[in-house]
């Protein structure tokens, strides 16, 4: 196994009127669920999405890469802070973990 | 207080509207991200992780009433219900969306409030004693000289793009309350030996990943030479000060590469310069301001119900064993009230409470409230003989909390339940570590203990000089806590010294229960604090304790 390997990404930003977490789908929607994002397996790939991602200057702001690995349901993120944008923060009932609970 | 004139009112409504066309332009693309991002940031607008964040400044940490009334009104209005106090005396609204914010500055532009130089490499707000002009051990009230250099430094055209941001704090009293000992500069209201007040003077003092305690540079400033020698450093530093590499361009870097001597000639030369552009404008500016901080008119009225009410009610004895501060007139109290409720997130007040803490403030307080660097707010004029009464209403706000100075009294940053640069939580660690030692019933016994905690190596929560600090990394994908013992951010200021290997997530708790306990049993007495004790022990016994047991819970 090579050690360059590529670790699977999805690409994620903020919504600039919002601010809002969004991953970018295969079908180039900006989803608010982490598992309805593209996995991108493919590191070429990867710049074409975030490219397109970054053209969107008027839906999404700061976008970028963030590793991610395949899921039951879909792409699941990997580093806990990944998995705090998914849900919002734990000292309240904000953010996703409210706007979509349910 | 002070108020705005027809000059800052204008600058201020002036500046609303320039971002209100820079917002809509950015909404309708003739604006980049790349262009936009400083503007905003210029207004105190951050992208955080999960939303926008607005930081507003409360100059030196002073409200009045009908201000907070406002701030709650934008938190029921334009987020939701609620605003974080920081630890730079300002309060951040964590959710506003980003077509709401020309309305929100707006609406703070009505209350004499903004959100200017909040970021970016400018002056930022001045900070100052919380207890500023009620105090029983100052020299002098710090918040005109804090209002003179708010004036000086706002939109001042040569120090708008600083090698890196600048942060003044100054404290009037022996006592420092205000941390100066951690600030770009430090000033201290002092007296010299022909009894004329002045400033001793610190220089390059800061916390973040290059922890340093400041320098002083001048043992006693004459008033009248404030402006133009602090423009003297600034100027100093604006020109030495690196622009190449963010974490080397702070003033403390500046300081230590140029070398004391050295900067200290400089800045006195550069000072020679200035002095006599200083034509005496800036004191008259200054005899106005004063004014505006003029003592109120205090009652004079009995405090005998307040004596009877402390003996036969002990809750609220327990309050006012922590929450009272020695006022400079003796019938008064300065009530610090706790925005720390055990379990909720230090520093957060829901718009009802700050509309309680309003009413409060006109009832008993002569109108004056501050918020201190601690996350708590002050009520700093309230006569004893209002005290109970402030009490209930407090109580039954959940503002009651008796435990201002004590373990659960934490300061903690937003960490990476916000913040973007966070590289850990730091919240649910205050909240978990005040909830244990309530179940112990043990802070009391404990007494003054200060824990700090910062979500990443920047420090926003002061744990260098927390007597416990505690400061979240991401290691290897996980968090991690590091522990620091021995800061102290007072008069006596020092850096906490790092322990071993850090702590994961669960086990910080039992950690700092296992420091705290350790601590009960090395005391010389109830009188010592922990600080004292480690002060006297040094850290090897406090470091026996923090690792003793890990071992026996692995191999468990």
Redesign the interface.
């Known amino acids: 196994m090579s050690s360059r390997r590529f670790t699977p990404k999805v690409v994620t930003a903020?919504r600039?009127?919002?601010?809002?977490?969004v991953y970018l789908t295969a079908d180039d929607r900006w989803s608010p669920f982490h598992h309805e994002a593209e996995l991108i397996e493919d590191e070429a790939h990867g710049q074409l999405r975030l490219l397109h991602a970054a053209g969107q200057?008027?839906v999404v702001?700061?976008a970028y890469l963030a590793d991610a690995k395949a899921g039951p349901n879909g792409p699941e993120p990997?580093?806990?802070?990944e998995v705090?944008?998914t849900r919002?923060?734990?000292?309240?009932h904000?953010?996703?973990q409210a706007d979509y609970a349910g | 207080m002070y108020s705005y004139s027809d000059f800052d009112e204008a600058f201020v409504r002036s500046r609303v509207a320039q971002f209100t066309h820079q917002v809509e332009r950015r909404l309708d693309g003739s604006l980049t991200e790349d262009e936009f991002r400083p503007l905003r940031l210029m207004n105190g607008l951050y992208l955080q992780l999960h939303a926008y964040m607005l930081r507003v400044a409360i100059p030196y940490g002073t409200l009045n009433p009908r201000q907070m009334r406002q701030l709650a009104l934008i938190a029921e209005t334009w987020d939701k219900g609620y605003g974080h106090f920081t630890t730079r005396q300002n309060i951040q609204f964590n959710w506003p969306k980003l077509p709401d914010v020309p309305a929100i500055l707006s609406a703070l532009a009505d209350v004499e409030m903004h959100a200017i130089q909040t970021s970016g490499n400018t002056v930022r707000n001045v900070t100052a004693d919380h207890f500023a002009g009620a105090a029983a051990d100052e020299v002098e009230d710090p918040r005109p000289y804090a209002e003179l250099l708010r004036q000086w430094s706002t939109d001042h055209p040569e120090f708008q793009f600083l090698p890196r941001k600048f942060k003044i704090a100054i404290t009037g009293a022996a006592q420092d309350r205000a941390v100066t000992a951690a600030h770009d500069i430090g000033l201290r209201i002092v007296r010299n030996a022909a009894g004329e007040v002045g400033f001793q003077v610190l220089v390059g003092g800061g916390l973040g990943r290059t922890p340093m305690i400041g320098m002083v540079v001048r043992d006693f400033l004459p008033v009248e030479d404030l402006l133009p020698y602090v423009e003297a450093v600034l100027s100093v530093y604006n020109t030495l000060g690196r622009r190449d590499n963010k974490y080397k361009a702070r003033i403390k870097i500046t300081l230590h590469e140029t070398g004391r001597d050295e900067i200290t000639r400089m800045i006195e030369a550069r000072f020679a310069e200035l002095r006599p552009l200083f034509g005496g404008n800036d004191q008259r500016l200054l005899a106005d301001i004063r004014q505006a901080f003029a003592p109120p008119a205090f009652r004079n009225a009995p405090t005998d119900a307040y004596e009877a009410f402390r003996k036969a009610d002990p809750v609220f004895r327990a309050w006012a064993d922590t929450n009272l501060t020695a006022h400079k007139n003796d019938q008064y109290a300065i009530v610090t009230i706790s925005v720390k409720e055990h379990g909720r997130t230090p520093g957060d007040a829901t718009a009802e409470q700050m509309r309680v803490m309003a009413d409060l403030a006109e009832r008993y307080g002569h109108g004056d409230i501050r918020i201190s660097h601690e996350q708590n707010v002050i009520l700093p004029h309230v006569h004893k003989s209002d005290l109970p009464a402030l009490h209930a209403v407090l109580l039954k706000a959940g503002l009651g909390t008796a435990n201002v100075g004590l373990i659960s009294d934490i300061i903690a940053c937003p960490g990476m339940d916000y913040c973007a640069l966070a590289t850990a939580r730091s919240i649910p660690v205050a909240e978990e570590i005040a909830l244990r030692f309530k179940e112990l019933d043990l802070e009391h016994e404990v007494g003054p203990m200060k824990i700090k905690i910062s979500g990443c190596i920047n420090a926003c929560g002061h744990h260098h000089v927390g007597h416990i600090g505690i400061l979240g990394l991401d290691r290897a994908g996980v968090e991690n806590y590091q522990i620091t013992l021995g800061g102290d951010g007072t008069e006596t200021a020092a850096i906490g010294e790092k322990m071993g290997p850090g702590f994961a997530y669960d086990q910080v708790v039992p950690a700092i229960e296992r420091l705290v306990r350790a601590y009960l049993d090395l005391r010389a007495e109830p009188a010592e604090t922990f600080l004292m004790a480690v002060r006297r022990l040094g850290l090897d016994p406090f470091k026996a304790a923090l690792y003793e047991t890990e071992g026996a819970q692995d191999a468990a």
């Open positions: 903020n600039l009127r919002e601010g809002d977490v200057k008027l702001v700061g990997t580093h806990f802070r705090f944008r919002g923060p734990s000292n309240y904000h953010g996703k």
